[in-house]
């Protein structure tokens, strides 16, 4: 019965994304929905998004191991960005009209930064797309009993999920996601409720986590404990604010203040729910401790699966791993769509312009559709051969953004002094030090995480060099202006 419960739903899914992909016309369309999605479909897709494997897997399994104190990133640092995103990056971003947050850098900074911070992108995507499709295959496994191997449940669930997002873009992922956000929340719910009954109420769960030290959440007050926890909540908190999944929710709005207002609560909600899985996970030392001690030491992603599906009755089971397809699904999709987008019209679409000027935006649709069939079949063999955690997975996605792309983004919007040539010199820079400290003076990183220093050093040197006379020549000299047309530091949101 849940077998095949699994895979109704999942074709019935598959069947509404291709439905929605006949509003898709265009690479508009098919990138931001046509700028035309109201509040509850673009908070549903925010929550949506964020609310994928690593929230119901992952968080749960480094809570148990670690505590509050280990999920500083995800929760606390992720919901923090959407909330950010919201208050100080939605309503700027959402008048320049744009397509992608790669034609943004284009605009303020110039085609190198474009560039640059494209490739950055792209490449912190491979982590969180690879950890859905790692998930994929972990509940395909569990739910065949083993007769669906990992590696094989990843082809197929990264498959299902490409065939709609392959034709129906923003739509398709949109529609989805509002769906699957009812899914979660009711199945989370029912399943927190059957739990709750079973261990005696929420009071007694948290009493126990409390005493067994769980809710520590601020570390010890010395440099090596304080500055590794801030590294790690500014790593997700920052570092996934210039993203493409981010920026197409503030774009595909059908104005600027559901872009902020649905930012906001898309994130509000997905930092209460995602507690919904912790608290469920913990049940499992309550409920069935022998479930907790043979995973713990293995594979901890495990625990709550397991928990369900020998403890639980029937129809929770369905909601539980209705609610869990529902997360992985609406994440997987979104972020497949988002750096093929962003790949294709920063990156392929100026090669292709010269070597096809007349090329239309039908057959540029086509390309798109091509990077996105390219980049799931990349992300497949990623996950298919990493050794990483799906929290961990997640959590080093956005380690490269941190350094180089982040501060030009918020430096760009709110300090009208801000230069070409700072970006790119605190771009490089950023990047070169993060990436020399990867590889050596490990004990030195043990206290000073890489990301965290590439980041300190990109704002350092972004100020530095902005401020600096003039090594190249001004961004006014060659564009007359200090931004793109219409741009303003939201400083000063009226001048013209």
Same mark, same amino acid.
């Given at each position: ?15 509404? @994304? ?6 898709? #016309?265009?690479?508009?369309? $098919? ?15 925010? %929550? ?40 100080? %990056? ?13 034609? $943004? ?19 912190? $995507? ?26 094989? @449940? ?9 065939? $709609? ?42 009493? #126990? ?18 500055? +590794? ?12 604010? +210039? ?31 995602? %507690?919904? +899985? ?200 060659? #564009?007359?202006?200090?931004? +793109? ?10 001048? #013209?």
């Amino acid at each position: 019965m849940l077998l095949t419960f699994v895979i109704v739903y999942w074709l019935v899914s598959i069947g509404i @994304g291709l439905y929605a992909a006949l509003r898709v #016309h265009n690479t508009k369309d $098919y990138a931001v929905a046509g700028r035309s999605l109201p509040m509850y479909i673009v908070t549903a897709t925010v %929550f949506a998004t964020w609310f994928g494997s690593e929230t119901v897997l992952g968080i749960p399994a480094t809570f148990l191991n670690e505590g509050l104190s280990g999920v500083v990133a995800d929760p606390f640092g992720s919901s923090l960005c959407l909330i950010l995103v919201g208050l100080f %990056f939605a309503k700027p971003l959402y008048r320049l009209n744009l397509l992608t947050i790669g034609d $943004y850098y284009r605009k303020r900074f110039g085609r190198t930064v474009e560039i640059i911070t494209t490739i950055c992108i792209v490449i912190s $995507y491979l982590g969180w797309v690879a950890a859905q499709i790692k998930a994929l295959g972990l509940v395909f496994n569990v739910l065949s009993d083993g007769s669906v191997t990992q590696e094989m @449940g990843m082809i197929l669930g990264a498959g299902s999920v490409l065939i $709609y997002t392959l034709f129906g873009g923003m739509w398709a992922v949109a529609i989805t996601d509002f769906i699957q956000m009812i899914v979660i929340v009711i199945g989370l719910l029912f399943i927190g409720w059957e739990v709750s009954d079973q261990v005696g109420g929420v009071s007694v769960v948290v009493n #126990h986590a409390i005493d067994a030290g769980k809710f520590k959440f601020w570390p010890e007050p010395t440099m090596a404990a304080v500055v +590794p926890f801030m590294a790690a909540w500014l790593t997700m908190m920052l570092g996934s604010i +210039p993203q493409q999944d981010v920026f197409q929710r503030v774009q595909s709005s059908a104005n600027e203040n559901i872009a902020r207002n649905a930012s906001v609560l898309g994130g509000s909600l997905y930092f209460l729910f995602a %507690f919904v +899985p912790m608290f469920l996970a913990y049940s499992a030392t309550l409920i069935a401790p022998e479930i907790v001690k043979q995973y713990l030491e293995t594979d901890s992603q495990l625990i709550l699966p397991k928990l369900v599906l020998e403890k639980a009755p029937l129809f929770a089971q369905i909601m539980f791993f209705g609610a869990l397809l529902s997360a992985i699904k609406s994440c997987a999709s979104a972020t497949l769509l988002a750096p093929s987008v962003t790949f294709s019209e920063n990156l392929v679409r100026p090669i292709l312009v010269r070597l096809r000027p007349g090329m239309t935006d039908r057959q540029f649709l086509r390309v798109m559709q091509g990077v996105v069939l390219v980049f799931t079949a990349t992300v497949t063999a990623i996950a298919i051969n990493s050794k990483l955690s799906i929290y961990g997975l997640v959590e080093n996605a956005y380690k490269v953004t941190l350094v180089a792309a982040f501060v030009p983004l918020a430096l760009g919007v709110y300090w009208k002094r801000a230069t070409t040539q700072g970006a790119i010199v605190s771009m490089v820079l950023g990047l070169a030090t993060w990436l020399t400290l990867e590889v050596t003076t490990p004990g030195f990183t043990e206290v000073w995480p890489p990301q965290f220093v590439g980041f300190l050093v990109c704002l350092l040197t972004m100020v530095v060099f902005s401020l600096l006379p003039q090594l190249v020549r001004p961004y006014h000299e060659v #564009h007359g202006h200090p931004g +793109p047309v219409g741009y303003h530091p939201a400083s000063a949101p009226s001048q #013209h």
